[in-house]
């Protein structure tokens, strides 16, 4: 079992570091390392794993994305899981799915909670009555990419799910610390918390790689 970076590491590690970053990698993860800070210092799940997916916006979305409206949110997701997974030597996030969290992740993939499709079905949204079949087809994908040892179709499968918990909590779906749903808010968060911290640790071992450009720099 691999320990988890915390923030005093991070920030110790960016300040030796930062005089090296391009500006815009810079900004990056100085804005990803203070929202794990404010996280770790969370009193509760719901919190904590607001603000590391704040820390995870702050990392990897681009400025062309934001401007997009019509895309995906999600889409931009692959790009950077790629970039980090073949760039973390230590294959830190490769054995934090199969080591630290392979319990929690698959319990999250097996809820229908989590599923897009099950809410649309549930709201009435026409074309989603086999929302069961779309469910049985995301469980099959997942069960090959862990036979195939697939870590990038592992975390695009897990942080889709995780996408629809963020939507719940900030758009009003949830109740702060309710009983209801708490696993994958407990779990969601503890996921987070691991691999947040990877992320940005391999984007400083890697400052030159194309991070993207924020689209709300710092303006004087």
Do not use: C
């Amino acid at each position: 079992m691999q320990t988890p970076l915390t923030h005093t590491v991070l920030k110790a590690k960016q300040r030796e570091l930062r005089g090296g970053f391009p500006e815009t990698m810079g900004l990056r993860v100085h804005r990803a390392i203070s929202w794990i800070g404010r996280a770790e210092a969370a009193g509760d799940d719901d919190a904590r794993f607001l603000f590391l997916w704040i820390g995870f916006n702050a990392a990897y979305a681009d400025e062309e994305e934001v401007q997009n409206a019509a895309a995906p949110e999600r889409d931009a997701f692959k790009d950077f899981f790629h970039r980090v997974v073949v760039l973390d030597a230590g294959q830190r996030i490769y054995g934090a799915i199969w080591d630290n969290f392979s319990g929690p992740i698959r319990v999250l993939l097996h809820n229908k909670y989590v599923f897009t499709p099950f809410w649309k079905h549930h709201n009435g949204v026409e074309g989603f009555e086999d929302w069961e079949e779309w469910f049985r087809a995301s469980e099959r994908r997942f069960r090959r990419a862990l036979e195939e040892r697939d870590t990038v179709r592992v975390l695009r499968l897990v942080f889709d799910r995780l996408y629809v918990l963020r939507n719940q909590i900030v758009h009003g779906g949830a109740t702060w610390n309710s009983r209801v749903n708490r696993d994958q808010v407990r779990d969601g968060a503890a996921i987070l918390a691991f691999l947040m911290p990877v992320f940005v640790d391999v984007m400083m071992d890697h400052p030159h790689e194309d991070w993207g450009h924020p689209f709300y720099p710092v303006v004087e």
